[in-house]
């Protein structure tokens, strides 16, 4: 609920103090239990700052987190311990977030000891993990760079699943993967999200990314949610000028429905957080932009009537 994060400004060469960066403004949303969410945008609208405020690797600035009816927005370590099990995350660059130094059974097993496993019980598991994601358990005594980019995020989403989550925040998870492989993770993580019934917040850049995984996609611009509704009604009909932007870059694969649609293209690069403009913070960027846009900020609302979409914009559609 209204999820800020504020970075706090650096003091420059005069002593001066430079003011802080927004990075997530007044981000709310729900997650049902099994549901999937798509959090999609630029680099730096503030995506992966959510998703770490989900699973309390950051603490918000002001707003709220609820799991399971509980608020553990400022739960102290102790009190965080029951929960964190259940709140897991899989990161970018798996070679970089997995520790070089340690064996895959290790890495994949360390959740399991901290929460009092043995080491031939966590072993155990994690060789049935391995399996899960489509690795060969005898391989567990690797290191990671004896894995490939696709292999090394798969031992990264095993680690993510040892403690039984009931929700995975990913962040980019195939990004940083080769294009060939890209699929097979996502079908990978679609398939465990079936059999193991995970909610995700599947974060990427790239709304073609998420289309195969998600119930329901939120679109971020500038550290707030512009579009956020059910996949079928934002694919099929993208209410946000930057939505369809978005939706107009990613090819479709019929030649003549490809030459038929709407482009869009997004004039200049995203403003700086530091400084948003007033008003609507896309309006530099809009090809719909009329002055109410540049001194009103558009709120997010319901769309059309009987639409679950809400959007942010002042002439949606
Ligand atoms: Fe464009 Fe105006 Fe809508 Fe902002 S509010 S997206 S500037 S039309
Ligand atoms: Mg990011």
Known sequence: R?????????????GRK??????????????????????VGESGCGKSTTGRMIVRLLEPTSGSVSFDGADI?????????????HLQMVFQDPHSSLNPRQTVARIIADPLLVQGKSVA??????????ELVGLIPEHIDRYPHEFSGGQAQRIGIARSLATDPRLVVADEPVSALDVSVQAQVVNLMERLRRELGL?????????????????RVAVMYLGRIVEIGDKHEVYDN????YTKALLSAVPLPD?????????????????????PPPGCTFHP???????????ERPLLRIGMPGERREVACHFPY
């Not at 965080?80 to 099990?85: A, N, V």
């Not at 019980?121 to 391995?130: D, F, G, I, V």
């Open 238 to 241: 993208p209410a946000h000028p």
């Open 73 to 85: 927005t400022h739960l102290k370590p102790s009190a965080m311990r029951p929960h964190r099990k």
């Open 2 to 14: 209204d999820l800020t994060m504020t970075f706090p400004g650096k003091r420059t060469r005069s």
């Open 255 to 275: 030649p003549a429905a490809e030459r038929a649609r709407e482009r869009i293209t997004l004039l200049g690069d995203p403003p700086s957080p530091a400084s």
């Open 199 to 215: 909610a995700y917040v599947f974060i990427a850049h790239d709304l073609s990314v998420v289309k195969r995984v998600c119930d």
């Open 121 to 130: 019980q966590a072993r155990a598991r994690a060789a049935e993990l391995m």
């Open 285 to 295: 960027r809009c090809p719909r932009a009329q002055d109410v846009c540049r001194t």
């Open 18 to 39: 430079s003011p802080g960066i927004k990075a997530v403004d007044g981000v709310s949303f729900d997650l049902g239990a099994g549901e999937t969410l798509g959090l």
